[in-house]
């Protein structure tokens, strides 16, 4: 009877705020792994008022122990490798399982951890973060939990889901609340060293960005042949560069080589030019497309830095004057992310429209370069009405639209623009926090029905006007879909 009795109660996680359970972390646990057991712990405090301990050593007696970690370091992960299906080489994959009254959140490496935490807590507990900020977690009150038989492997379907903060590059609530939904790239400049660690923890992947291949207009009295030649004179005005000029990679080799100096947890580093048109018009810069000229200056900063960091990805972007694909060779580059503002915002990215068409067509030249594509998205900052007023955007079709495009179309990466949250009621990121959880969501798992996914935002934010709020959505993507002018 006390065997029987042991038996069932293993199967309850935890009841009228007491558990038996406890959470079991590697000894030599890195940061990820730490977080990922506090943020189970919390979480499960906050249903049930239960505290489940966090150890680092396997308890004695087996059963109601919480694995978190991965084959490498857990043992006890390690000997369930096969049974978890972790024996792939991905090092996304997610696991939850049921094993001999024992609860596993494992992945192939810290980051999957912490997504096989955050994927029990969403399917299983029913904790949903759905903005940024304490309004935007909704933890359910239980008094009672009973496990089912978990057997659950999962993978975003991109291997880089992330956003790119626009303006400041750094909000903690909002990369917090990213996190939650499985976002693992926050693009950011230098500036952002502070706060590193913070994303490290939280799984991101570190990656500098930003129209960075620059120099000091102090320069340009020294040499102003570093500078753009526009309109028969040297200038540096615009901050174009010539990129013929040899003193030209050296110098901005020797930039980027001091940056991966000062930040060795960078990861990718993403290359590109100044945000405008004013390209050097020398001789030797026009002899091949604005493109080339590009493409190929990159490779070579690339390739003189890759020797002495052999860990760092180098990207760029395919933007402007340089969208069409160049002659260079771009093996060897981490991705190169084609900025999509070339498409309609109103129309399925698949729809027999001019803007689509010549889209895909770029990107079809692209793909037969034979390199790692992704997808620079632009939604929301194309719409600006004034400093603080900013636009609804109904666009939560298209956003699944264009998720399962570029799914289909095998980008490795999809990273939009996502204008920071400054906390005010009527700031881009309030007026559309519903688009950019469904963009978080569906770089997970596209395949999602947006119906499921805007009921359950809508109960948990509107409540008994869910419904209500439900037809106003219906009836502004209609409006926005039968737009009589392209945008």
Not at 125 to 138: P, R
Not at 239 to 264: A, F, H, M, W, Y
Not at 470 to 486: G, H, L, T
Request: proline share 6%.
């Amino acid at each position: 009877m006390l065997t029987f009795s042991l038996q069932l109660n293993a199967e309850v996680l935890f009841d009228e705020g007491k558990s038996a359970w406890v959470i079991c972390l590697p000894s030599d646990a890195d940061p990820t792994l730490k977080y990922a057991a506090e943020e189970l712990q919390t979480a499960l405090f906050k249903a049930s008022g239960a505290v489940l301990e966090i150890i680092h050593q396997a308890p004695v007696h087996a059963g109601h122990t919480i694995y978190i970690g991965t084959p490498d370091s857990l043992p006890e992960i390690q000997s369930k490798r096969d049974v978890l299906k972790l024996d792939n080489i991905s090092a996304g994959e997610v696991a939850v399982y049921t094993l001999n009254d024992n609860l596993y959140l494992a992945g192939n490496s810290s980051r999957a951890a912490l997504y096989a935490v955050y994927t029990f807590l969403q399917n299983i507990v029913g904790v949903h973060w759905i903005w940024a900020g304490d309004t935007g977690e909704f933890i359910p009150k239980l008094r009672k939990l009973e496990l089912p038989d978990l057997a659950l492997n999962r993978k975003g379907a991109f291997e880089y889901r992330g956003f790119h903060l626009v303006v400041n590059h750094w909000t903690p609530e909002l990369e917090t609340w990213m996190a939650c939904n499985f976002i693992n790239v926050v693009r950011s400049e230098p500036e952002t060293r502070h706060a590193i660690p913070g994303r490290q923890k939280k799984g991101f992947h570190i990656m500098f960005s930003g129209h960075n291949v620059t120099l000091p207009a102090t320069l340009f009295l020294e040499d102003p042949e570093l500078f753009a030649l526009n309109d028969g004179k040297r200038t540096c005005d615009a901050g174009q560069l010539c990129l013929s000029n040899p003193r030209v990679k050296e110098l901005i080799s020797s930039d980027i080589r001091t940056q991966l100096l000062e930040n060795p947890e960078v990861e990718i580093m993403s290359l590109f030019p100044s945000d405008n048109l004013a390209f050097c018009q020398c001789g030797p810069c026009t002899r091949v497309s604005r493109s080339t000229k590009w493409f190929d200056f990159f490779k070579a900063v690339a390739a003189s830095l890759k020797d002495e960091f052999p860990n760092v990805g180098f990207s760029s972007i395919a933007y402007q004057s340089y969208l069409e694909p160049p002659t260079t060779d771009l093996s060897g580059v981490k991705f190169v992310e084609y900025c999509q503002y070339d498409h309609s915002l109103v129309h399925p990215y698949g729809s027999p429209n001019e803007a689509n068409r010549v889209s895909l067509d770029r990107i079809s030249k692209w793909q037969k370069k034979k390199i790692p594509l992704g997808i620079y998205g632009y939604d929301f900052d194309l719409f600006y009405v004034g400093k603080r007023d900013h636009i609804y955007l109904p666009i939560y079709r298209r956003i699944q639209d264009q998720v399962k495009k570029c799914r289909d179309l095998g980008m490795i990466s999809l990273i939009p623009e996502v204008p920071n949250w400054d906390g005010s009621a009527r700031d881009i990121y309030q007026q559309n926090r519903l688009s950019v959880y469904l963009y978080a969501q569906l770089m997970w798992d596209p395949d999602q029905k947006l119906e499921d996914l805007m009921e359950g935002y809508n109960q948990l934010a509107f409540g008994i006007a869910a419904p209500h709020i439900r037809q106003v959505q219906e009836a502004m993507m209609a409006c926005w879909e039968k737009s009589p002018i392209e945008i």
